[in-house]
């Protein structure tokens, strides 16, 4: 299925139903509160709640028996990436909500993960992001407090170099850590990588600058916001991120 062809697929659910330090980063608004529930006036951009979505699904869309088992049993907000083929940097961000048993989509966003696609077995520069479930635990950004729920470490140690080009300086400005290969409950720029550096770390949400990433996903300034202000430690976020062949399988 071509790009613009998942796209219409993600939107049809919704409407139907990194880093030790800058260098070695991933890259190469709405304004209003939320309620802890991820609900309230909703943003700016992505898809609107409208229709049967309100009815939600008994399971997180596209998502199969493998990763769906990996959801925390208390989870209650889910970030759904998508990645557009295994080999492929553009993707479609969902963030899903779950009320009792019932999923039911948010908010989309189109978005990049890494410039050569999707992994199982991710190594430390290999371009390519990692599949499966993660938690959300710590963000943090060279700008201020935007409202988050989760902790928040602002700090200029956050800024990409001056050396990378232009349409990367402000990639850091918001992130959110992916518990992948870190310690929870530390900033998302803490270096310790309890797997070892080779299995890579320092993998984020983050702002977009148009194209792939190391390794990380990427998003509109106004989804980071969104998701900084929405998702929430009590309803103990995850992330379920994959291209669309391992994301069913």
């Not at 899903?96 to 978005?111: F, H």
């Not at 929870?184 to 803490?190: A, E, L, Q, V």
């Amino acid at each position: 299925m071509r790009k613009r062809g998942v796209r219409r697929a993600v939107a049809a659910w919704v409407t139907a139903g990194l880093l030790v330090v800058a260098s070695a980063a991933c890259g190469g608004s709405d304004g209003g509160r939320t309620r802890a529930d991820g609900t309230g006036a909703e943003p700016t951009g992505g898809a609107a709640r409208t229709g049967p979505a309100a009815q939600g699904t008994s399971r997180v869309p596209g998502v199969g028996d493998r990763l769906h088992g990996r959801i925390p049993a208390g989870s209650r907000q889910v970030v759904a990436v998508y990645g557009e083929g295994k080999d492929a940097a553009d993707s479609t961000v969902v963030l899903y909500l779950r009320r009792g048993s019932t999923w039911r989509p948010v908010r989309s966003w189109a978005a990049h993960n890494g410039t050569k696609g999707w992994t199982t077995h991710h190594r430390e520069g290999d371009k390519r992001s990692p599949v499966g479930v993660f938690t959300l635990s710590d963000a943090g950004g060279v700008l201020p407090d935007p409202g988050a729920r989760l902790p928040y470490t602002r700090s200029a140690a956050f800024a990409a170099p001056r050396w990378w080009a232009r349409a990367y300086w402000h990639d850091f400005d918001y992130v959110i850590a992916i518990d992948y290969n870190r310690v929870k409950g530390t900033p998302p720029n803490d270096p310790v990588r309890p797997e070892g550096a080779a299995a890579g770390g320092g993998i984020w949400l983050h702002l977009d600058h148009g194209s792939g990433t190391s390794a990380c996903v990427s998003l509109p300034k106004a989804a980071m916001e969104y998701l900084l202000r929405t998702l929430d430690p009590e309803l103990h976020p995850v992330v379920v991120m994959g291209d669309r062949a391992d994301l069913r399988a």
